[in-house]
Nanobody
Framework: QLQLVESGGGLVQPGGSLRLSCAAS????????IGWFRQAPGKEREGVSC????????TYADSVKGRFTISRDNAKNMVYLQMNSLRPEDTAVYYC??????????????????WGQGTQVTVSS
């Protein structure tokens, strides 16, 4: 059964940190680029970061560069998003997804065909 399951979300104060995890099952993780996306209430889903199949290439949205770090452990079927210096505007539901289309920007949701259920991140004092 194909699954992507996010975890690690929660409530954190501005300036704090969280580490999100994405557990993959039912397919060979190393065959796919994986992306992290987020969606705040009333806003469109936006790309946050993505990582190549073997982890040697990463991409970040300008809004998170220098604060977020994506990584993966194919042996454990896991992808991570380390989020530091969190801001209230980072509040959203965060999703991991499997890139299905070849080529194109890895930060575009349309490139992805399989999604997890999401985990809520709230940054507030």
């Amino acid at each position: 059964q194909l699954q992507l399951v996010e975890s690690g979300g929660g409530l954190v104060q501005p300036g704090g940190s969280l580490r999100l995890s994405c557990a993959a099952s039912g397919f060979t993780l190393s065959n796919y680029r994986i992306g992290w996306f987020r969606q705040a209430p009333g806003k469109e889903r936006e790309g946050v970061s993505c990582i190549s199949r073997n982890g040697d290439s990463t991409t970040y949205a300008d809004s998170v560069k220098g604060r977020f770090t994506i990584s993966r452990d194919n042996a454990k079927n896991m992808v991570y998003l380390q989020m530091n210096s969190l801001r209230p505007e980072d509040t959203a539901v965060y999703y991991c997804a499997r890139k299905e289309r070849y080529g194109g920007s890895c930060l575009l949701p349309i490139q992805y065909g399989f999604w997890g259920q999401g985990t809520q991140v709230t940054v507030s004092s």
